[in-house]
């Protein structure tokens, strides 16, 4: 009887330590995954290559600097 | 150190083994032990082998969403690099208005011939002109150092130019009109006593000289 209980006991603290660990290794995959779902995998160099380029040019401010006097 | 005797041993530890058997007949033992080991299986494959496959989908997905959105404003870019080259042929002639206006290096030299000739152009005599400090090359980057982004930096002009007042203000309205960017920072007007003939003449304001203390800030582009 005393064994049983003993053991009843053990059963439940090995079930919580279990449980635990299950939980702990579950958060831990989730938030790894969610680490590397939102790291970018491109380089700074690359990210910087591909800066948006505008291919206008104030052609107002050239006239206004063409009308303008230099010596 | 004895020789480790097996059979010794075995019959040693057998009772312990023996004690265990009827306990793990029990249901609740069962079950437990069960569950027990259930989780610590999941948590052990969830670590060791579902984690690192369940890194690889996501890392591959994100790089496949990163390489098409890179793809996409490559493509954008070289759009935009191929209009600005057909907008730089057209404007290749300008750019030099452009140099004048902001040149790479502060040129001070020249802004101070531009000021002279401004001044002659406008009939006032130029009296005075200090410059602080003048760097003669544009401060650059040390060899093997990424070059920053380009900023506008200016030099520093004190001039004091005499004149009638018309010719005062075609001066002024001239370095308001120099290609060169020039700032005004200052201007400090002093009427001189000594009248020119012309103001013995008509005694009228226009005929009056005056003497301008100019502060300018002349603008230059550096690295």
Redo the contacts between chains.
């Keep these: 009887m005393k064994l049983t209980l003993r053991s009843e006991n053990a059963d439940r603290d090995l079930l919580l330590i279990s449980v635990f660990t299950f939980f702990t290794v579950t958060l831990w995959i989730f938030f790894e995954v969610l680490k590397t779902a939102k790291t970018t995998t491109v380089s700074p160099t690359t990210a910087q290559i591909v800066t948006p380029l505008s291919p206008n040019v104030d052609m107002n401010t050239i006239q206004t600097l063409e009308a303008k006097k230099a010596y | 150190m004895a020789a480790f005797n097996y059979k010794q041993e075995y019959q040693r530890y057998k009772k312990y083994y023996l004690n265990l058997v009827p ?1 793990l007949q ?1 249901p ?2 069962r079950a ?2 069960t ?3 259930s ?2 299986a ?2 052990l494959f ?2 060791y082998a ?2 690192p496959t ?2 690889t989908i ?2 591959l ?3 496949i969403a ?2 098409t959105d ?1 793809n996409q ?2 493509e ?2 070289i759009s ?2 191929i ?2 080259q ?2 730089y042929q057209d ?1 290749e002639t ?1 750019i030099p ?2 140099t ?2 902001l040149p790479t290096t502060p040129d001070a030299i020249r802004a101070l ?2 000021i002279q ?2 001044a002659r152009e406008s009939n006032v005599q130029l009296t005075s002109i200090s410059v602080p400090i003048v760097p003669l090359v544009a401060v650059s980057t040390a060899s093997g150092q990424k070059a920053g982004p380009t900023k506008v930096s200016d030099v520093a002009f004190t001039l004091a130019v005499t004149g009638m007042y018309p010719d005062i203000k075609n001066f002024l309205e ?1 370095i308001v ?4 960017v020039t700032q005004i920072e200052s201007m400090t007007f002093l009427l001189q006593r000594e009248l020119s003939p012309e103001a013995t003449q008509s005694a009228t304001p226009t005929g009056t000289k005056l003497q301008v203390d100019l502060k300018l800030n002349i603008y230059y582009l550096s690295t």
């Design positions: 306990l029990q609740v033992s437990y032990t569950i027990i080991f989780f610590l999941i948590s969830g670590w579902i984690r369940m890194q996501f890392e997905k994100r790089e990163d390489k890179l404003k490559m954008e870019k935009a690099l209009e600005a057909a907008v404007i300008k208005v452009v004048d206006a011939g531009q000739s401004l001239g009109d120099l290609r060169r």
